[in-house]
């Protein structure tokens, strides 16, 4: 696209060269081709240093720009339409099954359902209006998907697994898997012996909850595992067997959360936070990232941090205590000398 | 199914209306359709808030209940089998080769296997007895797996791998990957030169293992990377290349070893745990969660906790300073009042 | 193969029976059919205890062996010689596509590749010269792959994502998923909203990159997410959107770098080290593992670690704290009884 024709679309003025566009980049990582964005004078420098053919600016910038520029009223709203315009296409799912998936007969398919080459559907599952199951995905028997719902690559859903509307599924995720269960005892001869506990229930994903790439959440052992409605989940992040998450919660890339345990409610847990088995974590509490949570915590500290998890003002003092042992010791250098001179 | 009919099943009695009952689940998860149980008449509270259809009591429970009950001699015992009858039945995987797998003309299979749709299977591949490939599994030149052992969709065993008996493999499962192995050099001119080690040993996997979705045990650089029998391994598990673990332990989600490592007999590494590479750890040792582990443990301390690895008793102290050093700073500041005054 | 066929092959002279040897392997994992080595006599403990079937060992060796042995002049090269000819042979690759995999007409294939069976490769999408590209692979839109480029089974590459020349994907790893990002704000009635922010942005991997088992890396918001040529990630790590990651560095199992953060050349992230978003990391940092990173790190400490991240010096006193408590209670102890006796 020529950076006319771009400021045509977004509604600005070109000022120099008439140069070809390809992509949409910060400043910072832009090279030839890209076009890139500043609204604040502040980032003056960043704008001089820029590899971009051409830098969208307000109307009334009045600092060099190294390139090309386009002038706007509302940078944020040009550089989001140029992104949109420049982004990969968007692949189109067209409504149908593909010749090479194999879909049981029993299967319920609604209007306009995109199933993708070499996915299997097995008996009993039933697919919402509207739903795009993507190439090379697995759904168990008797899975229910909501209407709307996008499902992207090798995703598998172990049998029983019942998800609500418009949720987003990335590649690699892992619904369904048996919890983690043993019984575990030792022969009169101290032998260990090691018994699987069957893992007899499911895993229920609420409406508008989007999982990330290879994200594992574990079947029940009873009952469900449950993740509310738009519970936003990132990448490789591991969910145990009858966890509850009641909804509207975060939990961001690596986290995991042990067996039984309740999140309520607007919650955020941090990356790589690990939340214990059997507790409760109130309403809108924020773990913190690399948190250990061993414990419940009630809501009466909202963001809690450190192993195990405390306060912000409670970990800053375990950092500091080596400062203050050397203040102690000085001062008591400084008592046994005054003691010693009495 | 009607509550009447799970009553006769587990021999029971039926108090109030004959509901239909579509699942089993916890009193507090649970809601209308389900069947929830209680034993303890400490958790009344729980029984009064209950949404489920129907609870499964003691026969000697003279507490209110404020739906249908199920009265029984004892409840665990009927609650599990309540649990089995209403789990998503376990999919039937008869034997034979979906005829869309590709499975090279030399690979021996034995009697009763099962091998689902979209499976590639290459050459040279041994299958014992009685094991099940579910779909889109990809199995490597060369890899030998056990009788009775159970892969589900989604796995890849690179070349080469060797599995027992009765293993248990869930979605994701990535054995045999290549190990993190590089040199790293500098020329003259401060060039940085990065060349990959060959990775040339494999995965070898004992009798009774079970593997959680997504997790990856790496190929040995020369010789095998091996797990112990009857180990369980849960989700997003990290084994690097040439890990021993003895057997008979477990190892947490998230949790991961580094190469070259030793793990003994019984251990138990909790989530999100992490083990250097070239050490060792004594049998029956437990690594609590979180936990960074820079050298072997003796087995000394049977429980380690912290990064570093400590006892719980030395953490204690160590989260417990800032209270100390406040008592510290009081008395010392007494003292030099004491002091000051004579 | 027999002891002394290697031997021939690896220019030494057995000593001792003509056994069968099937694998290399370590002295303490060998077993027998293996071979194992040992150059240096401080091992003798581990050569007497080995139970490989033959050990290489250097000529003047004069120590015992439990077992034949073959001499040479240079145990080191002998050994990988012997693992190289007893590895399990890697898998030809055969240029051409499998006739069950599904490639849009529109993609452009370069000399000698070969796509393997079940692969989805969508339109628009270009594959360099010699790129291998095995089974079960998912290659969205418009991808570019550079020629030389090997990529295991079961990846998955989402729309737009470019690849260099002569890397190397392992199983289940994950290119240009959607980032995590969401609007988060509430309703006057307390009600809270979650938008998603669309992710319009891509992947972009420079050349030499190697990528291990199921590791996740997102499409950029705007622009891209920037790997730098020959950096080497391992297992099940995690990259945010807009991440950039500038060359030569090494990402350990299990870390996570957060959106926006940009790593410097020759850097090494140890394992499970979590880096936060919108920080800059100097070229040669190294984090160490578990190390929780949540500013930008300058370069004036070359090896950062603990959480918030530190010097090694600073955490050992912070590890040291206790004792010092204790040293400075009774130095206090003493100084209290001096003054109560003046």
């Not at 936003?232 to 959360?257: E, M, P, R, T, W």
């Amino acid at each position: 696209m020529k950076a006319s024709e771009l400021a045509k679309i977004i509604g600005g003025s070109l000022i120099g060269d008439d140069v070809e566009i390809i992509a949409c980049a910060g400043l910072e990582e832009a090279r030839k081709g890209d076009v890139s964005f500043c609204k604040d004078p502040k980032h003056v420098a960043m704008v001089r240093r820029t590899a971009a053919s051409v830098v969208i600016l307000p109307v009334d910038w009045d600092n060099e720009c190294p390139c090309a520029s386009i002038r706007v009223a509302d940078p944020d709203k040009a550089c989001m339409a140029a992104a949109k315009l420049l982004a990969p296409p968007e692949p189109v799912r067209k409504s149908g099954v593909h010749p090479s998936a194999i879909v049981d007969p029993s299967v319920k398919i609604g209007e306009g359902v995109h199933i993708g080459p070499f996915t299997v559907i097995e008996k009993g599952v039933e697919i919402g209006d509207g739903a795009i199951i993507e190439a090379q995905v697995f759904i168990g028997e008797g899975c229910r998907i909501g209407s709307g719902t996008h499902i992207y690559p090798q995703v598998t859903l172990r049998e029983g697994t019942v998800v609500g509307k418009d949720c987003i599924f990335h590649c690699g995720v892992r619904l369904g898997g048996d919890g983690y269960g043993f019984t575990n005892s030792r022969k009169s001869d101290g032998t260990i012996v090691i018994e699987k506990i069957p893992q007899l229930g499911i895993v229920e994903i609420g409406d508008g909850v989007e999982i990330g790439s290879n994200t594992t959440i574990d079947r029940a052992r009873i009952g469900r595992t449950y993740i509310g409605p738009m519970t936003k989940i990132d990448n490789l992040v591991q969910i145990g067997h009858n966890v509850k998450v009641k909804g509207y919660s975060g939990l961001i890339a690596q986290s995991g959360v042990a067996g039984s345990t309740e999140i309520g409610y607007g919650c955020l847990i941090w990356a790589q936070a690990g939340i214990s088995g059997h507790i409760k974590i109130a309403d809108g509490v924020q773990v913190g990232p690399q948190t250990g949570v061993p414990q419940s915590l009630d809501g009466s500290i909202k963001y809690v941090i450190g192993t195990p998890a405390m306060s912000m003002k409670d970990l800053a003092a375990i950092t500091l205590a080596p400062k203050m042992i050397q203040k102690l010791k000085a001062e008591l250098k400084a008592l046994k000398a005054t003691v010693a001179a009495k």
